[in-house]
């Protein structure tokens, strides 16, 4: 049990670290491309994740310059990190793992 704990404690760590690297450097790159370019990218961004049309995508990405690339990377992931540390959360609860 003890090694259960060790790694839930060590994944959680790791998990909190990246989502606070991830929204940090997610706020850096909004402040440089700009709270309306957010905007417009969030809006597009949605669209495609309830899109699977090849041409839709293929067009949304035709107008991305690297800063666009880049913030949608750094969302996507911190999007992914989050929903990893929260079923870690759910899987503590249910196994009544404790970690700090």
Same mark, same amino acid.
């Given at each position: 049990?003890? %090694? =259960?704990?060790?790694? $839930? %404690?060590?994944?959680?760590?790791?998990? =909190?670290?990246?989502? /606070?690297?991830?929204? +940090? /450097?997610?706020?850096?790159?909004? @402040?440089?491309? #700009?709270? +309306? /370019? $957010?905007? +417009?990218? +969030?809006?597009?961004?949605?669209?495609?994740?309830?899109?699977? @049309?090849?041409? $839709?995508?293929?067009?949304?990405?035709?107008?991305?310059?690297? !800063?666009?690339?880049?913030?949608?990377?750094?969302?996507?992931?911190?999007?992914?990190?989050?929903?990893?540390?929260?079923?870690? #959360?759910?899987? !503590?609860?249910?196994?009544?793992?404790?970690? %700090?």
């Amino acid at each position: 049990m003890v %090694d =259960d704990d060790s790694f $839930v %404690d060590d994944m959680a760590r790791e998990l =909190d670290g990246a989502i /606070r690297m991830l929204v +940090e /450097r997610e706020s850096l790159l909004a @402040a440089a491309i #700009g709270a +309306e /370019r $957010v905007r +417009e990218l +969030e809006e597009y961004f949605a669209e495609i994740l309830d899109s699977s @049309a090849e041409q $839709v995508i293929t067009e949304f990405e035709r107008w991305l310059d690297s !800063c666009d690339n880049e913030w949608i990377s750094v969302v996507t992931r911190l999007r992914h990190v989050r929903i990893q540390r929260a079923t870690l #959360g759910r899987l !503590c609860m249910q196994t009544n793992i404790r970690h %700090d």
